[in-house]
């Protein structure tokens, strides 16, 4: 492997998540391409690159589209291992991808055992206002409970489908800085996590 | 205008010499001015004509890239089922690894055939393994673990994750468990192509497929990524695929494995608690068995894998254990249990549903055997009346596809001998497979099976009845016909399925119209040869043939026909009288085949108005002025018809018929029966 470091941008990687149906290949596909695909085929596991500016420094980010259909849950440990952030996508219209959002976020943190790994909870068909089934109160309060922050979005519009990869990308790179620090001090790291978490509970 | 349109069109058109004609030709500035407006709106004319030809153009460019677009799609679309096909193939081939394996383990070795086979097979494995290991160098030992199996192999090139630039010449293999990842050996010296680089264990390995390089893949191994790109984009979904169904049926190996672990614990634990039940009543709330628990997966699981004999056993046990333990479990988990059950008693039932229905482009040669197994366990889930459904049409089908390989060309009897044979023979093997094998002791299912024979055999009637009643049938082509169907219907009455008044009821208007036009057809003739006849003696020529037409009116069951004879050749009765007893007979025969009360109406009137028409013939001819020397000959022929054939048609009729005294006898006896012997008596 080159030791160029200092000339290839940093890589961040994203891995979507949620139930089938939800638009986490519709929201990575209007992030890439800035197109909607109307037609649904679900996903077995894709993964694109994109070089973007991100606060004025040229990163490259890595986004892994995973399966929604439960006939993967078995196998998506080994997907989630790789993940430096996770958008967890569900539907606004749609109660059970909503309900579902608790089990992936089980497995993340059970796979990644790191209760602060860049999170964020996506309200994806933030168009379809007329058919919600989630309430906004609903989400926001989840989101506070387990302390990320909760963002609606519309792949079919481009509402907020920047917002939430570069949001997550500033976390992820906040993370990977800190981490830096904390292979430099060693110990100080896991204390300060471990007070992240006695706060969340 | 057309002549300019014709000059200007010329191949040798020149402007100079054009103009100089024009201006030779033309007298004044008025006609040179006409000219101009003529070859100005030629000018606009070709415009238009050119923009249009280009308009045209653009729309057979757009027609074109369109037809371009569609055939590329429909490329996808099969390169998309080949590669669905191979992945459903090799799930078939990993997944009978996999029945095996549990069939062992499960002690349940399925008698000493399979065992040869068996053999066979894990011998031609060891070797593809040991193979392998001779062609990558530093492998491991690949046949320690029992079942392992290669399911794909091939070259890649490994791309760097991060700069996408190409690395290495690689070639990998995947097992049934793991993957090897090996490098190409530049010196080729030897068995050994490849040297042993990596392995990956499945149970740690994701996949991904990468959208914008081409042709390329990820292995996510933790913490390690690696990218390959495949030779082109059908070897690479090959190996996402191949990757996806070992993946699957690894997931589902090890689910078994549990499951079976679980099912001896429950077994256990059932007992224990049973015995804890009747010493410890204080325990409100039993624990669920955990089969129970994870009945709905190992639902899937099962008729994921197609086994839906177990999955309908499983499905029945537990709704027996709900029915039992009902009041022991919290009605919240009961509900919850209930919920789950019955969502995969509709998945088993689609499933099943799904594999009776009649597709195009499902082959029907299994026939009802084929679809034996779904309805037996769509009954046993109480879903007879979809499963009947649908294995009626599963029937229809099958008829449909049997009386397409009868040939429709020949001769028309031939055809619907044939044709009725195989709707017959078909219909019994159906009726006996639906009474007998499919829905028996189900009069629900019966009397829609019922339902359907009388639709099929209207179906088959409304085709046979195009081919038979085309205007040229004779009546005893028809009635030989009938003879067939009525024949073979019959053998379908020992199922107690009559379908003989069916078939009566579709003949009888097209028999009916038949036999008026036959009637008429037959009473035009005898008009005609009647218009001939010379009342004359039938002279044979030999002795010998005259011998012949006696013996063969003896052979109808007339005893006095030598006493017609006259001379060496001769017989009193006229050719006329010869040809008509003949045909009379024929029809005689052909309508008594077809006699039902429905059409003696018909039938009656035919032999009534044939005979009458004769009749009045002999009568008109004894009047007529020209035959008055005759008249010896034709009082002969008149009683022989009248007293001797007559009676003799009607005797065969009241056999026939059990109609002992035919009333159309008695009214032709009446009508005809009296007057000639008077005129005989008159002039004798």
């Given at each position: 492997m080159k030791k160029n470091n200092a000339q290839q941008p940093a890589l961040h990687k994203v891995i979507m998540v949620g139930s089938g149906g939800v638009g986490k290949s519709a929201l990575t596909l209007q992030f890439m391409y800035d197109e909607f695909v109307e037609d649904y085929e679900p996903t077995k596991a894709d993964s694109y690159r994109k070089k973007v500016v991100l606060d004025g420094e040229e990163v490259q980010i890595d986004i892994l589209d995973t399966a929604g259909q439960e006939d993967y849950a078995a196998i998506r440990d080994n997907y989630f291992r790789s993940g430096e952030g996770f958008l967890c996508v569900f539907s606004i219209t749609e109660d059970d991808s909503f309900q579902s959002t608790m089990e992936f976020r089980e497995q993340i943190l059970r796979v990644k055992n790191d209760e602060n790994i860049p999170f964020l909870l996506v309200g994806n068909k933030g168009d379809l206002t007329d058919k919600r089934k989630v309430s906004l109160n609903e989400a926001q309060s989840r989101a506070q409970e387990w302390g990320v922050p909760y963002v609606e979005t519309s792949a079919k519009t481009r509402d907020n489908v920047d917002k939430v990869f570069f949001d997550l990308m500033r976390e992820i790179r906040a993370r990977k800085k800190e981490d830096v620090k904390g292979a430099n001090g060693k110990g100080k790291d896991k204390g300060r996590r471990k007070k992240l978490k006695c706060n969340i509970l | 205008m057309d002549s300019l349109i014709k000059s200007v069109g010329e191949s040798d058109y020149q402007p100079e010499k054009y103009v100089k004609e024009l201006s030779q030709r033309c007298m004044g500035p008025e006609e040179l001015l006409q000219q101009k407006t003529n070859v100005q709106s030629l000018g606009e004319q070709i415009n238009t004509m050119l923009k249009k030809n280009v308009f045209y153009n653009y729309i057979q460019f757009i027609d074109t890239a369109k037809e371009i677009a569609n055939l590329e799609g429909e490329m996808y679309q099969l390169s998309h089922l080949l590669t669905e096909q191979a992945s459903l193939l090799n799930s078939l081939a990993s997944s009978s690894i996999v029945s095996e394996q549990i069939s062992k383990s499960g002690k349940e070795v399925n008698g000493v055939q399979n065992t040869e086979v068996d053999n066979v097979v894990e011998e031609k494995r060891v070797h593809k393994l040991l193979n392998i290991m001779e062609r990558v160098e530093n492998c491991n030992n690949l046949v320690d673990v029992p079942d392992r199996k290669c399911l794909h192999e091939g070259d890649l090139l490994e791309l760097d994750p991060i700069e996408n630039t190409p690395v290495q010449r690689i070639h990998c293999y995947l097992f049934t468990d793991i993957c090897i990842v090996a490098s190409w050996l530049s010196s080729r010296r030897g068995p050994a192509r490849y040297r042993f680089q990596s392995m990956y264990d499945l149970c740690n390995l994701a996949v991904v497929n990468i959208k914008d390089i081409k042709n390329s893949f990820k292995l996510l191994a933790f913490p390690e990524t690696r990218v390959f790109q495949a030779p082109n984009t059908g070897l690479k979904n090959d190996w996402l695929s191949k990757f996806e169904v070992a993946k699957k049926s690894q997931i589902s190996v090890e689910n078994k494995m549990k499951s079976s672990v679980d099912h001896k614990m429950i077994q256990r634990t059932d007992s224990i608690q049973l015995v804890h039940n009747s010493f410890e009543p204080e325990t409100t709330e039993p624990e669920l068995p955990e089969w129970i628990i994870d009945l709905a997966d190992d639902l899937d699981v099962l008729i994921a894998q197609r086994h839906f004999e177990d999955a309908n056993s499983l499905i029945s046990k537990a709704r027996q254990y709900l029915e039992e333990h009902g009041d022991q479990i919290s009605t919240s988990i009961e509900q919850e249990i209930k919920t789950k059950l019955e969502n995969r008693i509709q998945a088993l039932t689609l499933v099943l549903t799904k594999e009776l229905q009649v597709s195009p482009d499902k082959s029907h040669k299994g026939g009802l055997r084929a679809a034996r197994r779904a309805v037996r366990i769509l009954n046993q889930l109480d879903k007879s009346s979809q499963a009947c459904d649908l294995f009626l049409k599963v029937c229809s089908n099958l008829l449909k596809s049997q009386l397409q390989y009868v040939k429709r060309d020949g001769a028309m009897s031939t055809f619907v001998k044939k044709y009725s044979m195989v709707f017959f023979g078909t219909t019994i093997e159906i009726t006996h497979e639906f009474l007998y094998k499919a829905f028996p002791n189900s009069s629900a299912c019966s009397s829609a099976f019922i339902l359907w024979t009388i639709q099929e055999v209207n179906d088959f009637m409304v085709i046979l009845n195009k081919h038979m009643f085309v205007p040229q049938t004779s009546l005893s082509n028809l009635s030989e016909c009938i003879k067939v169907i009525h024949k073979n219907c019959q053998e379908l009455c020992d199922y107690g399925i009559d379908l003989q008044f069916q078939i009566d009821g579709q003949l009888r208007i097209p028999l009916t119209k038949s036999i008026n036009d036959i009637k008429d057809k037959t009473i035009e003739v005898i008009k005609i040869r009647f218009s001939e006849d010379k009342w004359k003696p039938f002279n044979l020529k030999t002795k010998q043939q005259r011998d012949k037409i006696v013996e063969e009116y003896t052979n109808y069951g007339f005893s006095n026909i030598e006493s017609y004879n006259k001379g060496e050749s001769w017989i009193m009765l006229t050719q006329n009288t010869i040809t008509f007893t003949r045909t009379y007979l024929l029809l005689l025969n052909d309508c008594l085949v077809l006699y039902s009360t429905d059409l003696a109406n018909v039938i009656d009137q035919l032999l009534y108005e044939v005979f009458a028409a004769h009749c009045n013939y002999i009568k008109s001819s004894m009047k007529n002025k020209n035959f008055v020397n005759d008249i010896n000959i034709i009082t002969t022929n008149a009683r022989f018809i009248l007293d001797i054939f007559l009676s003799h048609c009607f005797k065969v009729y009241s056999a026939s018929t059990?109609?002992?005294?035919p009333q159309i006898h008695t009214r032709l006896k009446s009508e005809f029966g009296v007057i000639p012997t008077q005129n005989i008596t008159g002039y004798i």
């Open positions: - | 059990g109609n002992v005294n």
